[in-house]
Each structure stands twice: as C-alpha cells, then as structure tokens.
C-alpha cells in the first residue's frame, strides 16, 4: 500500500538547478519526518537532508548546506529537494524515506519507506 516514488531528476550542467519530488501514493500516518539520500556508484547511501512533517527540524549534511533546501507539502503528501549550484560530486541516486523517530534523520538505519530513486547527473 506504501509507496514513494521520487521524480525531477535528470541531467544539468554545474552550477545549475534541480527540484525534487517525493511523493506517497497512501498517508503514512506514523511518519513525522522525511528525508532526502544519495548513493553514488561504489559508495555507502549517504544523508542530504530531513525535515519534519511540521517542519520544526531541519537537518542539512554538511556538503550541501547553502545549496540544497528541503520542505514539505502536507496537504500533497510530498517532499521537495531543491538543488542549487549543482557540483559534479552531487551526481547520484537520489531517495526519499519516511522515518518514524527524529532520534537519528540522518542514519538511513531509522527509515522504514523508501522510494526506488532518481537518478541526478551533474556534467563538469
């Protein structure tokens, strides 16, 4: 019944800009926060950013801090990245997930649901 399907990904050259969108096809209604991760080819997935569905926490890595903003629609069910001035070290499978604690947003090990990714390529 879950599902996260995750969309606005594709190619850009540095410096330029994305927006991306997750959204759940059904409410999850025990999630309280939402978060943004990345995995590149021969990489651990790495945390970009979370945020709570009230939008009281915010939490950026520090890689993208300044560039990428996070922000929710509750009304939508969604969850947007924004990506600005774009590096080639940004290049990756982008996914969202749902987490049920604010304990830990930026361990992947807390999230329950996740979407299948999108794919993000930043050329030099």
């Known amino acids: 019944q879950v599902r996260l399907v995750e969309s606005g990904g594709g190619l850009v050259q540095a410096g330029g800009s994305l927006r991306l969108s997750c959204t759940a096809s059904?409410?999850?209604?025990?999630?309280?926060?939402m978060g943004w991760f990345r995995q590149a080819p021969g990489k651990e997935r790495e945390f970009v950013a979370a945020?709570?569905?009230?939008?009281?926490?915010?939490v950026y890595a520090d890689s993208v801090k300044g560039r990428f903003t996070i922000s929710v629609d509750n009304a939508k069910n969604t969850v947007y990245l924004q990506m600005n001035s774009l590096k080639p070290e940004d290049t990756a499978v982008y996914f969202c997930?749902?987490?049920?604690?604010?304990?830990?947003?930026?361990?992947?090990?807390?999230?329950?649901?996740w979407g299948q990714g999108t794919q993000v390529t930043v050329s030099s």
């Open positions: 997930a749902s987490a049920l604690s604010t304990r830990r947003l930026a361990s992947p090990n807390d999230y329950t649901y």
């Open positions: 059904v409410r999850i209604v025990s999630s309280i926060a």
């Open positions: 945020i709570t569905w009230s939008g009281s926490r915010i």
